[in-house]
Nanobody, 123 residues
């Protein structure tokens, strides 16, 4: 069936950068749009960014516009999230997910999820 595996998280100081990767295995994810979500302690999971199968149809949450960039390499079956100008408010577990229906910002429209990778930004 396949799985999604995130990597690239870690600890960084405010103003720094991280690049998250999400590797997809198996045929399940071919043709699917992908998204990144995050969940901070005590908060609900929130949408961060999404990208269509061909690399178009890109969406960002307002709080990351101009700082984060989502991209994908379908040959490598990997989706990336380049995060720049990080702040303490970006501290969260970041999840990648594959969307099977509906709207790119709605978490319930994503059927497949990775295990998450922790991002910690110190101020």
């Amino acid at each position: 069936q396949g799985q999604l595996v995130e990597s690239g998280g870690g600890s960084v100081q405010a103003g720094g950068s991280l690049r998250l990767s999400c590797a997809a295995s198996g045929p399940t994810f071919i043709g699917l749009s992908m998204g990144w979500f995050r969940q901070a302690p005590g908060k609900e999971r929130e949408f961060v960014a999404a990208i269509g199968w061909t690399g178009g149809s890109i969406y960002y949450a307002d709080f990351v516009k101009g700082r984060f960039t989502i991209s994908r390499d379908n040959v490598k079956r990997t989706v990336y999230l380049q995060m720049n100008s990080l702040t303490a408010e970006d501290t969260a577990v970041y999840y990648c997910a594959a969307r099977t229906r509906g709207w790119p910002t709605k978490s319930s429209d994503y059927a497949y999820w990775g295990q998450g990778t922790q991002v910690t930004v110190s101020s």
